[in-house]
C-alpha cells in the first residue's frame, strides 16, 4: 500500500473513532463556501484553507469532520490551486518546540503558509481564503463542576500528548467548534507589504492571525494569566543566562545552540504553570479531601499575614512534616482570599500527572544538588529572581526534607541564601518571612517515617507510594493545625550584620561574608519562631506522658491529673503568646485519644489503666518530639531537682546555664543564654505552685516525698530531657575514652550514631530519633563553638580539663545504672574501633554503589 492510501485510511480511521467519542458544539455562523470561478477574468479562483492555532492531529481531524457534516471544504482533502498542491486544506500558526525557544529554525513560520504566499505571487489569478477556527475541550473553568473534567478544561497552555488524551475522553461531548469570518490571503500579503516594509509578509500574517485567535480563546478562557511561556522567554534571553550558555559551550565543548538546548531543558523542568483551573481543581478536591480526612482544619495568626500582604513580599516558611504540608498551606491561602503561593518543590514530586497538577498549583521544581553545573545554578537563580521581582508570594521548607523524627531539621539554606541573593540584586518590595507551624495528630507517612529511623533505605516518590498511602483516606486523621508564626524581616537581619547597603550585581555575584552571616541568622530565626508557633494537641500532650513510663501506661486518674497539670503548667507559663494549647480536660484528652485509636484503656477492678496501642509507641515518638521544645526546661529543672532530692537554686541554674547551649541547638530553643536564669527562675516558680517542687527561705529546692503522687509526677516530668542528656553523655563518653588527639568529629559522629543505634535496640528507647546523626553533629558543632575542644591539623579532636568537667554534670542527672551503661557500650579497643569504622565505611560505599545505579 502506498503511504498515501494509508495516510488516507489512517485519517478515515482517526475519524470514525474521534466520531464516536466527540460532538462538537459549532459556535457562531457557518461560513458560505466560497464560489469558484477559474474561468472568470474578473474574479480569482478562490480555495479554502483552515487555520488552527497549535499544531494537533486531534484537532484536525474534528474540524474535518465537521466541515464534512457541514457540507464545507473538507479541511483533510488536498487543497489544489493553479499547479500547486498540498497534502490538507489546513496549516498550523505553530508548531510548538519548547526546546527551541531563542534561535527557531528556519521554518520557525508554517512552511504551508510560506508556500501558498509563494503560489500567489506566480498565480495572480488566485486567492486563498484562510479561516480561523478555534476548538476548545470543556467550558470555562468558572463554570466546571466536575473534578476531573475541571482538571483537564482547555486552558492557555499548549495541552501534551496525555492531556489531548484525556480531553478527548472527558470532554468529547462538550468541546467547542468555532468557524470565523474567513480572510483574503492575498490581501492579507498586500497590506503587509503595504503597511509592513520590514516584515516578511509571512511574519505579519502568522502574528495577525496569531493575536486574532487569541482574541477569541480570551472571550471564553479569560485571559492568559499563566506566563510560562512568556516567562521562559524573557529567561533564556536575559544576559546572566546567556552568559552561562557561553561558558557552558566553552567548558562542554558544545555549540552554542547545543547548550541553549540545555538551558532550555532546564527552564522546561523548574518553570511553574500556574492555572486558575487547576487551583479551582485543587480547591474542589482538597475541600472533599479535608471533609473526609480530618475533623477539622484549625488556623491560628492568619491576621498577621493579611496585613503584612499590603506592603511586604511574603516568603512563607513552614515546618516539614508530610507531604500534605504542600496542599494544606495553599488551601489554606486560598480559602482566606490571598493569592497562592509559588512553593519549591523537590524534583522527586515531578512525575507523570501529579507534577503537572503541581505545576498548576504554582510549584516549581528544585533539584536537591547544583554542585557542579554551573548553568542549571545561573538559570534556576534567574528564575527565582525574577519571581520576586514580580512581588509574587513564595513558600519554601527551610529544612529541606520531611522531618522524619518530629523535630525540627537543621536549617538548609540554599533556597534562603539564593533568595537573599535575589534581593540583593535588584530590591523590589522588602521581604519578610513567616515560619508557620503545622501540627497533626495522625500521618499518613508515619509507618514509612518509623522504617526509615530504623535503618530501612528511603522510599522514593512515586505513582504507586501515592495510591498506597492514598489507601488510608477512609481512617480517621483527627485535626490538623496550621499557626502562623512570628514573622522574620530580612532588612532587619541584614542591619544586624551591616549588609543592608551591600548590592549584588549578578547571579554569578560572591555572597559577601556579612550576607552569609545575615543567611544563617534569618534560619534560625525562622526556626525559632516556627516552634514557638507549636500547638499543643491532645496526641502530643498523651505521647509525651506515656512515653515517660517504663511501660507505657499510667492509671487512669493518675494520667488524668498528669494531663490536667501539665496543661496548667502552659497556662500560667506559655512558652510563648502564639503558642497554641488544646482547650480539652486530661479525661477529654483521654477520650479523643481513645477516638483516634492511638491508645486503649484496659480495665481493672483497682482502676483502669491507660496504655499506648500495640505497635504505636514508636510512631508517637514523634508527636512527643514536635512540643519538646516547650516543655524541655521544665523538664530539665525536674530532673536535677528529682534526681538529686535538694539542689540549691543557684547550682541548679549554673548547671542549665552550662547544658543550654546544646539544648538551643537541637530544638531551636528562643532564649537567648543571658534569658535563662529568668526564665528557670519562672519554671522553679511555676512547679512549686503545682506542688511538684518545694522552695525554701534559703533557697534550696527540694523533691516531694519519694513515691507520693506528687512525686510520680515529677519523675514522669524529669524523663523528656533525659535522652537528650544520655546522647550527649554517650558523645562525650567516646571522646574522652580516646583520648585527646585520637579520633575525628567524623569518627565521633558515625560512632554515636552506630552506639545509639545498638542502644535503642538493646535497652528498648523506642525512640528512633535517639540515633539521628543530625543530633550529634549538633551537639559536636556546639562542642567547637563553645570552646570545649578543638581540631588539630590532623583533623583530629583535642580537649583539655574543661572538656571532662562538662561530662561531670551527668552526675547531676543520670543515675549510676545509666552512666555505667553507657560507658561500658562506649568502651572500644583499637581493634574494635577499626573494625566498626571499616564495616562502616564499607556499608556506605554499598549504598553511594547502589544510588549510582539507580
Known amino acids: 500500500m502506498s503511504q498515501r492510501g494509508f495516510g488516507q485510511m489512517y485519517r478515515q480511521l482517526s475519524s470514525k473513532l474521534l466520531d464516536l467519542v466527540v460532538t462538537p458544539h459549532v459556535l457562531g455562523e457557518v461560513p458560505a463556501e466560497p464560489t469558484a470561478t477559474a474561468d472568470s477574468e474578473q474574479t480569482p479562483q478562490k480555495v479554502v484553507c483552515y487555520v488552527l492555532q497549535n499544531y494537533s492531529r486531534s484537532n484536525a481531524l474534528v474540524v474535518d469532520g465537521e466541515t464534512r457534516r457541514l457540507k464545507l471544504p473538507p479541511a483533510l482533502d ?25 534561535n527557531p529554525p528556519l521554518h520557525a513560520f508554517p512552511p504551508r503558509l510560506l508556500r501558498l504566499i509563494e503560489v500567489l505571487e506566480k498565480h495572480p489569478e488566485t486567492d486563498i481564503e484562510l479561516i480561523p477556527v478555534t476548538v476548545l475541550w470543556g467550558r470555562s473553568p468558572d463554570k466546571e463542576d466536575s473534578l476531573l473534567k475541571l482538571l483537564f ?33 492575498r490581501q492579507l500579503v498586500d497590506y503587509a507589504k503595504t503597511t ?56 562542554s565543548k558544545i555549540s552554542m545552540i547545543e547548550s541553549e538546548r540545555r538551558a532550555i531543558g532546564y527552564l522546561n523542568e523548574i518553570v511553574s504553570d500556574y492555572s486558575h483551573s487547576a487551583v479551582r481543581f485543587a480547591d474542589m478536591a482538597l475541600t472533599r479531601l479535608w471533609t473526609q480526612l480530618y475533623d477539622g482544619v484549625e488556623v491560628h495568626n492568619f491576621s498577621t499575614v493579611r496585613e503584612l500582604a499590603k506592603d511586604y513580599e511574603i516568603i512563607y516558611t513552614p515546618c516539614h512534616r508530610s507531604h500534605i504540608d504542600y496542599l494544606l498551606l495553599s488551601y489554606v491561602i486560598y480559602k482566606r482570599g490571598m493569592m497562592v503561593p509559588y512553593i519549591a518543590a523537590g524534583d522527586n514530586l515531578n512525575m507523570p500527572f501529579v507534577g503537572q497538577l503541581l505545576r498548576g498549583g504554582g510549584a516549581f521544581f528544585i533539584r536537591r544538588t547544583f554542585r557542579g553545573n554551573g548553568l542549571y545554578t545561573t538559570v534556576f537563580k534567574e528564575y ?46 522588602p521581604i519578610v518571612f513567616v515560619p508557620t507551624y503545622v501540627g497533626y495528630e495522625r500521618l499518613m507517612e508515619g509507618s514509612t517515617y518509623v522504617g526509615e529511623m530504623n535503618g530501612k533505605p528511603k522510599e522514593s516518590e512515586s505513582i504507586i507510594g501515592i495510591l498506597k498511602t492514598l489507601r488510608k483516606i477512609e481512617r480517621i486523621f483527627g485535626k490538623v493545625h496550621v499557626n502562623f508564626g512570628e514573622p522574620v524581616f530580612l532588612d532587619d537581619m541584614l ?57 507505657h501506661t499510667l492509671d487512669e486518674e493518675i494520667c488524668i491529673k498528669q494531663l490536667d497539670t501539665y ?53 508517637l515518638t514523634y508527636f512527643r518530639n514536635n512540643i519538646l521544645h516547650a516543655f524541655v526546661l521544665p523538664s530539665l529543672v525536674a530532673a536535677l531537682v528529682e534526681h538529686n532530692g535538694k539542689i540549691s537554686k543557684a547550682d541548679l541554674i549554673n548547671v542549665i546555664r552550662t547544658l543550654y547551649p546544646f539544648l538551643k541547638a537541637e530544638l531551636f530553643l528562643k532564649w537567648k543564654d543571658g534569658e535563662i536564669k529568668a526564665q528557670v527562675e519562672e519554671y522553679v516558680n511555676a512547679l512549686a505552685q503545682a506542688n511538684l517542687i518545694f522552695v525554701d527561705d534559703a533557697d534550696l529546692i527540694y523533691s516531694p516525698t519519694p513515691n507520693s503522687e506528687d512525686h510520680n509526677q515529677l519523675k514522669v516530668l524529669a524523663v523528656p530531657v533525659r535522652q537528650s542528656l544520655e546522647r550527649y553523655y554517650m558523645t562525650l563518653a567516646l571522646i574522652t575514652q580516646r583520648g585527646s588527639g585520637n579520633i575525628s568529629i567524623r569518627q565521633v559522629e558515625e560512632l554515636s550514631h552506630l552506639v545509639g543505634q545498638r542502644l535503642s535496640v538493646l535497652y528498648e528507647f523506642n525512640s528512633p530519633e535517639f540515633f539521628d546523626k543530625a543530633l550529634f553533629q549538633s551537639f559536636v558543632k556546639v562542642l567547637t563553638e563553645q570552646g570545649y575542644i578543638k581540631t ?41 574501633l577499626k573494625e566498626a569504622l571499616d564495616a562502616l565505611a564499607a556499608q556506605q560505599a554499598k549504598k553511594r554503589l547502589k544510588r549510582k545505579k539507580k
Open 567 to 619: 496543661r496548667n503548667l502552659l497556662t500560667a507559663l506559655p512558652y510563648d503568646e502564639r503558642t497554641q494549647v488544646t482547650p480539652l480536660s486530661g479525661k477529654e484528652i483521654i477520650a479523643y485519644g481513645l477516638k483516634l485509636k492511638l491508645i486503649k484503656r484496659v480495665q481493672h477492678v483497682l482502676g483502669d489503666i491507660i496504655a499506648i496501642e500495640d505497635n504505636q509507641a514508636i510512631l
Open 78 to 102: 488536498s487543497l489544489n490551486i493553479a499547479a500547486h498542491k498540498e497534502k490538507a486544506s489546513i496549516l498550523f500558526l505553530q508548531h510548538h518546540n519548547e526546546n527551541n525557544l531563542l
Open 153 to 185: 478544561t482547555d486552558t492557555w497552555a499548549t495541552p501534551g500528548t496525555v492531556k489531548q488524551l484525556v480531553n478527548i475522553g472527558l470532554h468529547g461531548r462538550q468541546s467547542y467548534l468555532e468557524f470565523h469570518q474567513g480572510q483574503s490571503l
Open 196 to 251: 509592513h516594509p520590514n516584515l516578511s509578509p509571512a511574519t505579519y500574517i502568522a502574528n495577525t492571525l496569531n493575536d486574532f485567535l487569541d482574541n477569541e480563546r480570551e472571550v471564553v478562557l479569560g485571559p492568559d494569566l499563566s506566563d510560562r511561556r512568556n516567562v521562559m522567554h524573557s529567561l533564556i534571553k536575559s544576559h546572566d543566562v546567556q552568559d552561562a550558555i557561553r561558558r557552558e559551550s566553552i567548558r
Open 384 to 429: 527565582l529572581y525574577s519571581i520576586l521581582s514580580r512581588n509574587t508570594p513564595l513558600e519554601y521548607f527551610i529544612e529541606g526534607g520531611r522531618s522524619r523524627t518530629g523535630r525540627l531539621l537543621p536549617p538548609k539554606t540554599g533556597m534562603l541564601a539564593m533568595t537573599v541573593h535575589g534581593h540583593l540584586r535588584g530590591r523590589a518590595k
Open 792 to 832: 588539630n591539623e590532623d583533623n583530629a579532636i583535642v580537649f583539655d580539663a574543661q572538656f571532662r568537667n562538662v561530662a561531670q554534670y551527668a552526675n547531676l542527672v543520670l543515675d549510676d545504672v545509666t552512666l555505667q551503661m553507657l560507658q561500658h557500650i562506649t568502651s572500644f579497643t583499637d581493634d574494635e
Open 495 to 551: 542591619k544586624q550584620h551591616n549588609a543592608e547597603q551591600i548590592k549584588i550585581e549578578s547571579n554569578d555575584a560572591p555572597v559577601p561574608e556579612a550576607v552569609s552571616a545575615a543567611v544563617n541568622s534569618s534560619a534560625n530565626a525562622i526556626l525559632e519562631n516556627i516552634n514557638r508557633a507549636v500547638v499543643i494537641n491532645p496526641v502530643s500532650l498523651l505521647s509525651l506522658i506515656l512515653l515517660a513510663t517504663p511501660k
